[in-house]
Every structure is written in C-alpha cells, then in structure tokens.
C-alpha cells in the first residue's frame, strides 16, 4: 500500500520560498507519476506540477511555471516541490499524489500540508 506524508509547509511572507517534501514508501515507484495538488478554500482542487519517476519528466500549471520547482530523489523515494517568488493566492493545502493508472483520483494521496503567504 502505498503511503504518502508531506512536510515543510508553514507561513511565509511575499516573495518568500518554501520547500515541500513527500515521503513515499510501499512499494517501488517504477512507473509513476509523482504530483503536487493544492487546495485554496472554498476552491476545487488544483494540480500544481508532476514528474515521472523513472525518466524525470516535469509538467506545471501555468500559475506556477517560472517559480516552482518539481524533483525526486529516487534514493530517499522522497519528491519535492521548492516553492520560489511566493505570493498570497498561493495559499492553500498542498497535496502529494502518486498515481500509474493515468488517473489522479485513482492514486494514493497524502494528508496534506498548509501553506500560508502572507501579504
């Protein structure tokens, strides 16, 4: 079973940097794709960016492109997201998600983690 468990969130002014980690462990993760989702509230879900595991492939949102950072360490199972020029619509719950169906709501996900900038 595969277990998902962010850290590094935490409260940040404008312009700040943060860093995520998900620690991934239950199985090899030989062909998935490891993403970052977030949630504002009373906002739906939002994807942020994914990279496979295997190849390092990166993809990101359009609000997020130029200041966030998607990577893995394959040796420590653990996929960061470094968080760059951060500004308060950035604040929400961010989500890590593992997935191989091609599905995300079909993967595993972590417990999540606040991020909070403040203006």
């Known amino acids: 079973q595969v277990q998902l468990v962010e850290s590094g969130g935490g409260l940040v002014q404008a312009g700040g940097s943060l860093r995520l980690s998900c620690a991934a462990s239950?199985?090899?993760?030989?062909?998935?794709?490891m993403g970052w989702f977030r949630q504002a509230p009373g906002k739906e879900r939002e994807f942020v960016a994914d990279?496979?595991?295997?190849?390092?492939?990166?993809y990101y949102a359009d609000s997020v492109k130029g200041r966030f950072t998607i990577s893995r360490d394959n040796a420590k199972n653990t996929v960061f997201l470094q968080m760059n020029s951060l500004k308060p619509e950035d604040t929400a719950v961010y989500y890590c998600?593992?997935?191989?169906?091609?599905?995300?709501?079909?993967?595993?996900w972590g417990q999540g983690t606040q991020v909070t900038v403040s203006s």
């Open positions: 239950g199985r090899t993760f030989s062909g998935y794709r």
């Open positions: 990279i496979t595991w295997s190849v390092g492939s990166t």
């Open positions: 998600a593992a997935d191989r169906s091609g599905n995300w709501d079909r993967g595993s």
